[in-house]
């Protein structure tokens, strides 16, 4: 009986622990969607060139690698608040090029829409149903891999002449799928106490559903006729 206490202590301590982190990083996601809203609708009012969505992606690449090293300290905070208000401003110039097609809003608004279906959905389930889908981890590394590589073929091809549409659909598609795996990678990774660190949990959730969008936004494009 001397250990039934201090073993049930550390359960109950390690489920407030837990608890604490899934509140703090939902809290800080929405935050941070908020200011992407925000510096997404300065950046369409701004008018930006194009430029600056692929200049806010590389961007924010050298972001998360200081995030990535500066989680644990009072900079973390400021550094993902700098990081999604970048992503945020990026998109200003893709959503005006969406909103000038005849049907853009509706495209916009589809895609906003299927994001945020697909993100609640998926977070909801992991969170109720509370299974571990750390497994995917490997698949999911490796997935992300072989969709960089994809990505610099997209680059590149274009200089040899080689017609990319369907290879960017095959694409999209496919970032989709990966986003999916890892919302629920990462929501399962939260609830079952696997992070520890809500900034990073948060992080990773942000570029899931930016991602999703983004992506979507372009699925939803093609098959509009646009």
Known sequence: MAN???LSHRATTASVDTNKVIRNTYLLLSMTLVLSAVTAGISMAIEPPFIAY????ILSFVLLFVLNRKQNSAAALPLTFAFTGLLGFGLGPLLNHYLALANGGEIVTTAL????VTFLGLSAYALTSRKDFSFMGGFLAAGTMVLLVAM?????LPLF???ISGLQLAFSAAVVMLMAGFVLYD???IVNGHYTNYV???VSLYLSIYNLFVHLLALVGAFSDD
């Open 54 to 57: 692929l200049g806010s992606v």
């Open 152 to 156: 610099l073929a997209l680059f590149i």
């Open 4 to 6: 039934v206490q201090p």
């Open 113 to 116: 829409g299927m994001t945020a």
């Open 161 to 163: 002449g080689v017609n």
């Open 200 to 202: 990073m949990a948060t």
């Open 187 to 189: 929501t399962s990774n």
